[in-house]
């Protein structure tokens, strides 16, 4: 039974502090925002991120302003109350719980302010709510027609508005910290993503700090898909897996469905020879967190490179593989989707029908890489790389040298090639060749430093058995690996750092063989030095370009 003498009032102060707690990063606030932007239909939205000064580069303010239909007083008001009337929605709306205005908004910032003017009004209406007005009131407070200031009118004839919204982030919290450069870059590149489909639909045009409007970014490349299927797949073009977009049952008593679009996108490493892999990395994002399923409602992205748990994304034959899923408003009573828009999980029997009819995708995904690691390679076999000029002279300079053994006792210093020579059989099977880059390995067999396709469990370098007569030492270096793309290819064909570096590595490659011609128990431990070294440089590299760029600070 209801007990009437049972408290009737929540505890406004606490429920909005866990609102405004719900885990929004300055980036899903910021969008969650510009949604409403979208849903009122406005043809240019322009964020201003501002700081304290030029010599403090803090945030201290965030405007978003935009040419959509606008509101009148009671819409204004319905935006800033808790929990808005679900009829003031639209069915397309990017909206679901009437929070995000207010849970975005509270968890940036102390104080946010609405201006808005409908298309058919004459005056700009003005609201706001405070969390200092909150907590001195404990109650939910929406302070009405207030008077805009010179600040505000400003923005009114900087953009042009003859109606439109404006929401302003005063007093910010959590951003505090952050640099006003790096949110630019950031909010850039979240809009860029979020909302390009109705960048390339609709003619939206998004501007951040910039006269510039944002340019799209689709990371299924849709508009370069041709008419061939993966059957056709040639590894330098965009190819769709489905002949057309694949319709899945999500509840079939609601009739509500999912959309799947799965695509294949070029193989990066074919485009080696040519000199432009780093160009189509960098084009078509092919990273290992890009892999994966970008889930999309109405049109915009709320969920970007997701597994679901159909698949792992250390496997790097999945690089070129993206999936799109298409949910509509009707579909939102059928999953679980979070106040921000951001996280959701869907019915078990629609995740099984998923992976059924995903799973021959991954498959022949793995088989197309694996297709075009053999051509790659067959190619390579037939010209040679820009790598072979690289260590051209390394290569001149080093071919002489050999492996030598110092006893302790004595200091006496005696060549080891006999060792190698007497134990080449088994130090060949110990370090076997792969079959992908054999036929590189025969082609430069009087080199003794050699780059290789890539190299097993990520490593940079890897001792081999080549050079005269093939019986010496040889280093393998992985081209696949960051340290060699970002450091190695910077530097000038044959200068001095190549050649120290080459020296550095041909050297680590005799001393581990060295110690393993007399004994190989310590082969396994060479071979996790060699796998821990190669990682540690990665993401020592990544890292180090990172913050010089601004790209691995965090909001």
């Known amino acids: 039974m209801i007990r009437d003498d049972r408290p009737k009032e929540l505890p406004i102060v606490r429920l909005l502090a866990g609102i405004r707690n719900m885990g929004y990063t300055f980036e899903s606030a910021i969008l969650d925002i510009v949604d409403n932007s979208v849903t009122a239909m406005a043809n240019n939205i ?3 991120i501002q700081g304290k000064n030029k010599v403090d580069s803090r945030i201290e303010k965030v405007i978003i302003c935009d040419d959509g239909k606008g509101m009148n007083c009671d819409e204004v008001f319905n935006a800033l109350e808790l929990g808005s009337p679900e009829s003031v929605y639209q069915d397309n709306s990017l909206s679901k719980y009437g929070f995000g205005l207010k849970s975005a908004g509270l968890s940036q910032a102390n104080a946010i302010y609405v201006i808005s003017k409908h298309e058919e009004e004459n005056d700009w209406n003005k609201a706001s709510i405070s969390w200092k007005d909150i907590k001195e009131n404990n109650r939910y407070i929406v302070d009405e027609n207030l008077t805009l200031t010179e600040e505000e009118k400003a923005y009114i004839q900087q953009f042009n508005l003859t109606n439109g919204t404006i929401v302003i982030l005063d007093e910010l919290i959590k951003v505090s910290k952050v640099k006003k450069n790096l949110a630019v870059k ?20 998004i501007y951040v700090n910039s006269d510039d409007a944002i340019k799209p970014y689709d990371p299924l490349f849709c508009n370069e898909i041709g008419d061939n299927l993966m059957t056709h797949y040639d590894g330098k073009h965009v190819c769709n897996y489905f002949p057309s977009s694949y319709p899945l049952v999500i509840n079939p008593k609601t009739k509500s469905k999912a959309t799947i679009k799965a695509v294949l996108l070029p193989n990066p490493p074919l485009y080696e020879r040519e000199g432009l892999q780093k160009k189509i990395n960098q084009k078509y994002h092919i990273l290992q967190k890009n892999i994966g399923f970008y889930i999309y409602r109405n049109d915009r992205l709320i969920v970007e490179a997701t597994t679901l748990a159909l698949f792992s994304r ?3 034959r999945l690089l070129a593989s993206r999936i799109s899923i298409d949910l509509d408003t009707n579909c939102d009573d059928d999953i679980n989707l979070d106040v921000k828009k951001t996280q959701l999980v869907f019915p078990e029997h629609f995740m099984e029908q998923l992976r059924d009819l995903l799973n021959p995708y991954f498959r022949r995904s793995k088989d197309l890489w694996d297709e075009m690691k053999i051509r790659k390679a067959n190619e390579l076999q037939e010209s040679p790389t820009d790598s072979d000029a690289l260590h051209s002279r390394s290569n001149e300079m ?8 110092c006893d302790p006792q004595t200091g006496d210093v005696k060549p080891m090639q006999d060792a190698v020579v007497n134990n080449i059989a088994d130090l060949k099977e ?6 992908t880059v054999i036929e590189e390995l025969k082609r430069k067999n009087k080199q003794r430093v050699v780059t290789v396709s890539e190299l097993p469990k990520g490593m940079l370098w890897k001792p081999g058995i080549g050079g005269e007569n093939n019986c010496q030492v040889i280093v393998e270096l992985s081209r696949q690996h960051p340290f060699y793309e970002k450091i190695y290819k910077k530097l000038e064909v044959g200068s001095d750092a190549v050649v120290i570096l080459d020296a550095f590595f041909l050297n680590m490659a005799m001393a581990e063989m060295g110690i393993n011609c007399d004994d190989n128990k310590y082969a ?3 071979e996790k ?3 821990s070294v190669s990682h540690q440089l990665e993401n020592f590299i990544d890292l180090e370009l990172d913050e010089d760029d601004d790209e691995d600070e965090s909001l």
């Open 314 to 316: 250390s496997e790097p």
């Open 430 to 435: 110990q370090y076997g060749i792969d079959d």
């Open 46 to 48: 322009y964020i201003l």
């Open 524 to 526: 396994k431990i060479f």
């Open 529 to 531: 030095l060699r796998q």
């Open 186 to 205: 950031k909010i850039t590149e979240k809009c860029a993503i979020t909302f390009h489909r109705f960048m390339e639909k609709n003619n939206l045009k």
């Open 398 to 405: 080093l071919k002489g040298v050999a492996p030598v053994v």
